[in-house]
């Protein structure tokens, strides 16, 4: 997304009428939203100072790594420079996992569950200098709730610099409960255990949150399914994916009908359309799955991804992971 459309979509609170039947939203820090008049105003670049870098989607390394969300400067610091903003809840939900530790890329964060959006949704709210330390796995967090402080914490390849300060905000899907046990399985986790269970970021797999923050007020399935399909997967299933049933919002067919299914995803890896496919389908693959059609005008960005491999035909490494993931408790 341009910064010019990131601009736009936080203007269209005051430019176009809300939805009848929507999840209330709030800026996920203490940034006043009617303050922003340009990206500058609340977007934090990395070192390269593009502020397209603070942004979601192939958006580092000059298009060489992926950004799973958005990140947020801080609009006060204390006399030593460090931030002063807190991290709100974005939505009405329940607190799903804490991680107090500075043990990963993300550092302290929190990862709140949404279950009465349109789409069951989750949020996450990384690099924190401090979680509030009320909060609780499975207390219920209302929209606009102090969950934590802003900060700079990581145990990335590159620290975080206290300039560069920020809160980095996810929102998207959990992509399947059988995640422990398909990580458990590969060889090359051995010697790396998993140290946060479902939220893993293996296990998440994001879409752009500025179409959300940039209004007060949103169909969380609008704009799911406003993301265009990149290319699809045929499945052979032995059982209801677990997805499908925490999502039947997502799915087109009766599932207790189902053989197998037709997935469409978006670019970035997103399941966001399933389609049963009976036992006289000719879609059903042999084998347990296969890639199927691409739209050839995402290629690049597929390949950038690793959906696609480097021929732009055959299934890329991050494809293969994640329909691997969705199928582990469809066996």
């Not at 340009?38 to 670049?45: A, F, I, K, M, N």
């Not at 995803?265 to 006289?280: K, N, Y």
């Not at 739209?295 to 690793?306: A, F, M, N, P, Y």
Request: hydrophobic share 40%; with cysteine.
């Amino acid at each position: 997304m341009s910064l010019r459309s990131s601009l736009a979509l936080l203007s269209l609170a005051c430019l176009t009428a809300l939805p009848l039947t929507a999840t209330d939203i709030a800026w996920p820090t203490s940034l006043d939203r009617a303050s922003i008049r340009s990206p500058e105003d609340y977007l934090q670049p990395t070192v390269s100072g593009r502020l397209e870098s603070a942004t979601f989607g192939m958006v580092r390394e000059e298009g060489k790594r992926f950004h799973e969300g958005v990140d947020i400067r801080p609009s006060a610091c204390n006399g030593d420079g460090e931030p002063l903003d807190l991290a709100l809840a974005a939505m009405d939900g329940q607190v799903a996992y804490l991680n107090p530790n500075v043990n990963g890329p993300y550092g302290k964060y929190v990862v709140l569950f949404h279950a009465g959006a349109e789409l069951p949704v989750y949020t996450l709210y990384a690099h924190l200098a401090k979680i509030e330390p009320s909060l609780k796995v499975g207390a219920s967090v209302p929209r606009g709730r102090a969950i934590g402080l802003m900060g700079h914490t990581s145990a990335g390849a590159s620290p975080i610099t206290k300039d560069r300060s920020h809160l980095h905000f996810e929102i998207g899907l959990i992509l399947s409960t059988g995640f422990n046990l398909w990580y458990a399985g590969q060889a090359e986790n051995k010697l790396s255990p998993n140290l946060h269970g479902l939220y893993n970021g293996q296990n998440l797999i994001g879409m752009d949150p500025l179409p959300v923050l940039g209004r007060p007020k949103v169909d969380i399935l609008a704009v799911l399914r406003s993301q265009p399909t990149a290319l699809t997967v045929a499945m052979r299933t032995g059982k209801t994916p677990d997805f499908v049933k925490r999502h039947p919002a997502l799915v087109r067919g009766e599932a207790s009908h189902a053989a197998g299914w037709y997935v469409e995803f978006s670019w970035q890896g997103m399941p966001i359309r399933w389609t049963v496919l009976d036992a006289a389908s000719n879609q059903l693959p042999a084998a347990r799955w296969r890639l199927q059609e691409i739209d050839q005008s995402q290629r690049t960005r597929l390949i950038q991804r690793k959906m696609l491999g480097v021929d732009g035909r055959s299934p890329g490494e991050l494809l293969t992971q994640n329909v691997e993931i969705l199928l582990s408790t469809a066996r």
